[in-house]
C-alpha cells in the first residue's frame, strides 16, 4: 500500500535568509525553515492572532476576561513561586526547565525534547535540537537571548518516528506549534513554555550589549530582574547590574526585534506550563500550571523543588503611566537620576504578581502604540481582547 503523504510535504521550505510571509514582522520561529510553511497563513502568529480558538484547542476553554488574574496570566489552574533545592549550575534561574525535561526523557513519557542549544563559535547564537539524551538537554540550558527558529527541527520529529514530545519555547513559536501540532503526526505532545519579551537578533543583541554593559565580550547570561536593573553575569563571575530608567533609550529604540514590539503573548498562553520569574519575588521562579498536562510536568519534580505561594504588593499604575510618555519619547536619565529612581521603586512599587502585571502593562501599552503607529490596518484584528483590555486602562498619546 502506497502511503498517503500530508499536503504539507509537498511545500517546500524556504531559504535561510530569504524574505519570510511576515516580513519585518517575523520572529525567526522556524516554521518557514519546514514544509510545515504550507500551513503558514494559519498558523504564523503574526499573520493570524488567534488566541480564543487555540486556547480552546489547547486548555478546552478560553480564558476569562472578567478574571483579573486570567486576564493578565491566561488560563490556569495554579500559580506558584519554586526553585530548585539543588540549582542547575550555568542554568538561566535556578535550572527548573532543565530538570523537567531530563525527567521527563529518562521516565520514557516523552522520546525528545525540543531545546535551543548554542553554536561552538557562539554562546549566544541559537542551534534547536531534539534532545535525546539528558546530556542534551543540559547542553541546551541557559537563555539564547535571541530570536530562535525552534521550530526549525519540524521535519525531523516526522522522519523520526517518535511519537511522545516535548517543546520547550517561547510564545511566537509555540503559537505557530499550535496551529500545525495535529498535522505532526504525534500521539503526545507537552509544552514547557517561558515568557518572552524585548528580543532581539543576533545583531541587536551585539548592539545592546555594546551600548549597556561596561564588558560586552564576556558577556554569559543577562535578565531584566524585579529590582528594576538588568543584571549582566560575565565569565569571571562577576554581577554588573544597570538600571532601567538608564537604559540608553535613543540608541536602543530599534534593537528590539518589530516581532517582539508587536507581540501581546509575553506569558505565553498555549503552553501547558510556563516557568519564568516575573511574577515572584527576586531569586525565585514563577510557575504556571494551565492544564493537567501541566500538572503532570510539574508533579515529576516536586520533591526537587522548594515552593512558596505568589505574593502580590503595591499598585503598577502610576508608575505605568508615567513610563508611557519616557519611553515614547525615548528619554534616557542620568544615571545618578536612574538609579535613585530605581531605589525608590523598588522599596515603594509593585512586587510579585503585581511586578508582573507593571511589566506586561508597560510593554502591552508601548507595543499597542507601535502596532497603532506601524501597522494601523492591522491593529484591530491582531490585539487580542485581553490586550485590549489591559491598554484600555492608561491614556495613551497619539
Ligand atoms: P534553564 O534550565 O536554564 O533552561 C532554559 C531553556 O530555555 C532551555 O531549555 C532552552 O532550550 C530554552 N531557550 C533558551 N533560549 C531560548 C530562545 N531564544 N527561544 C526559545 N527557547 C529558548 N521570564 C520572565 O519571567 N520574564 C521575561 O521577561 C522573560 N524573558 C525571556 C526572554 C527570552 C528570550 C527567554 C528565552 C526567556 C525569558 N524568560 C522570561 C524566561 C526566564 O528567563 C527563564 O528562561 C526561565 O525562568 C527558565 O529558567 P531555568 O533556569 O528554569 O531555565
Ligand atoms: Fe514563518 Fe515563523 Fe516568520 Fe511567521 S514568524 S513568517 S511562521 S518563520
Not at 511576515?22 to 522556524?30: D, I, N, Q, R, W
Not at 498558523?43 to 480558538?53: E, H, I, K, P, S
Not at 535551543?116 to 547564537?125: A, G, I, L, M, S
Not at 503585581?354 to 490596518?377: G, P
Request: charged share 25%; glycine share 6%; hydrophobic share 35%.
Amino acid at each position: 500500500m502506497t502511503a498517503v503523504h500530508p499536503n504539507h510535504k509537498k511545500a517546500k521550505a524556504l531559504k535561510s535568509g530569504s524574505r519570510r510571509p511576515a516580513k519585518e514582522l517575523c520572529s525567526e520561529c522556524g516554521l518557514c525553515d519546514t514544509y510545515y510553511i504550507h500551513y503558514v497563513k494559519e498558523a504564523c502568529a503574526f499573520l493570524n492572532q488567534q488566541f480564543d480558538q487555540l486556547e480552546t484547542q489547547t486548555h478546552d476553554r478560553s480564558r476569562n476576561l472578567d478574571n483579573p488574574d486570567e486576564l493578565y496570566f491566561g488560563v490556569h489552574q495554579s500559580m506558584t513561586a519554586a526553585r530548585k533545592k539543588e540549582p542547575i549550575p550555568g542554568a538561566q534561574w535556578t535550572g527548573i526547565v532543565s530538570t523537567i525535561a531530563i525527567e521527563m526523557l529518562n521516565r520514557g513519557i516523552v522520546e525528545g525534547v525540543v531545546c535551543v542549544q548554542n553554536t561552538k563559535e557562539d554562546r549566544f547564537q541559537p542551534m534547536p535540537v531534539i534532545a535525546r539524551t539528558p546530556e542534551e538537554i543540559l547542553a541546551a540550558r541557559v537563555n539564547k537571548p535571541t530570536l530562535s527558529p525552534n521550530l526549525s527541527v519540524l521535519e525531523q520529529i516526522e522522519q523520526s518516528g517518535m511519537k511522545r514530545l516535548l517543546v520547550i519555547g517561547v510564545g511566537c513559536q509555540i503559537q505557530a506549534l499550535r496551529a500545525v501540532e495535529k498535522q505532526l503526526g504525534l500521539e503526545k505532545l507537552y509544552v514547557l513554555g517561558t515568557p518572552c519579551v524585548d528580543n532581539v537578533t543576533r545583531a541587536g543583541l551585539q548592539k545592546f550589549l555594546e551600548t549597556t554593559s561596561k564588558s560586552p565580550d564576556t558577556v554569559v547570561h543577562y535578565e531584566f530582574m524585579q529590582d528594576f536593573r538588568v543584571h549582566f553575569k560575565h565569565e569571571d563571575g562577576s554581577v554588573e547590574t544597570v538600571p532601567f530608567f538608564g537604559l540608553k533609550t535613543n540608541q536602543l529604540k530599534d534593537v528590539f526585534a518589530p516581532s517582539c514590539m508587536s507581540c501581546f503573548d509575553y506569558v505565553n498562553s498555549l503552553a501547558d506550563l510556563v516557568v519564568g520569574y516575573m511574577g515572584a519575588t527576586f531569586g525565585w521562579q514563577w510557575i504556571v500550571v494551565r492544564n493537567d498536562r501541566g500538572r503532570e510536568m510539574l508533579d515529576l519534580v516536586q520533591d526537587k523543588l522548594e515552593l512558596q505561594p505568589v505574593i502580590s504588593q503595591g499598585d503598577r499604575h502610576q508608575a505605568v503611566q508615567q513610563s508611557i510618555p519616557a519611553y515614547d519619547k525615548a528619554v534616557t536619565l542620568p544615571m545618578w537620576a536612574a538609579k535613585l529612581m530605581g531605589v525608590v521603586i523598588e522599596r515603594i512599587g509593585p512586587k510579585g504578581l503585581e511586578y508582573a502585571r507593571f511589566s506586561i502593562d508597560s510593554h502591552f501599552t508601548r507595543n499597542y502604540l507601535y502596532v497603532k503607529r506601524n501597522y494601523l490596518e492591522k491593529l484591530e484584528a491582531h490585539v487580542p481582547e485581553f490586550a485590549k483590555r489591559i491598554v484600555g486602562q492608561y491614556k495613551l498619546p497619539d
